[in-house]
């Protein structure tokens, strides 16, 4: 049965064969529901864009998880305030830029949450880290920001932003030696992991190629060979 009172109804779907059942559905509805329904087809990031929209957030705590019987509409609430101040600060004609609400694709997002380190714009970044990061690291600290301001110009061009996360604001962009820090920043660590790759390489071709013997004569060859620590 349906709810007696319906603020909205999002319904998802990544199937085609599913449309004639999605209009099926909204001619069941009656009049003020079929004005509360809205259908989202597509991919798993295309419909969350969607959703968030509606301040829908589609993040692992998700907006609609039960709390003892009841509705969390914390995030809901917080985006009603974040799309508050926006409007109020474009009616005060105001030069600064409104904060972002929904982030696009190539935006960079700060911070350490998964949604962030699986965002498309994040991880096209982390790419172009990869490509340039010999020069990098051949490159002396003037050059090394030459290299930085390349891959931030190669966002922007794109249409990507560096943007970070303020409670009750939205998505504010950052100031550019932010931006360059955080391009630094993916440098080094990708320079770290390929360290540790490195490494992980070089101890496995340095196994020690020893028999062990049987009896005690064996055990001692054994322990002549190997050094513990």
Request: proline share 3%; aromatic share 12%; with cysteine.
């Amino acid at each position: 049965a349906m709810p007696h009172k319906m603020y909205g109804f999002h319904f998802c779907f990544d199937d085609k064969s599913l449309r004639p059942l999605v209009s099926g559905l909204r001619f069941l509805l009656d009049k003020r529901g079929r004005r509360r329904f809205r259908a989202h087809y597509g991919d798993e990031q295309k419909i969350a864009f969607q959703l968030q929209t509606f301040g829908i957030s589609c993040n692992d705590d998700s907006t609609f998880k039960l709390d003892n019987g009841e509705f969390d509409l914390s995030w809901h609430k917080e985006w009603l305030q974040i799309r508050k101040n926006q409007e109020d600060l474009a009616s005060n004609n105001t030069d600064v830029k409104a904060p972002v609400t929904i982030p696009h694709r190539f935006d960079i997002l700060f911070g350490r949450s998964r949604s962030a380190r699986e965002h498309t714009g994040n991880l096209r970044a982390t790419h172009l880290v990869s490509m340039w990061q010999s020069k990098y690291d051949e490159a002396s600290r003037y050059e090394k920001t030459v290299i930085s301001e390349k891959i931030i110009a190669i966002i922007r061009d794109s249409g990507g932003q560096f943007l970070k996360w303020e409670k009750g604001k939205g998505w504010i962009r950052v100031e550019d030696n932010a931006a360059r820090e955080k391009v630094a920043h993916w440098f080094r660590h990708n320079r770290q992991k390929n360290s540790r790759k490195q490494r992980w390489k070089i101890v496995g071709k340095q196994k020690p190629e020893t028999t062990i013997k049987p009896g005690l004569a064996g055990l001692r060859s054994f322990a002549s060979t190997h050094t513990y620590i």
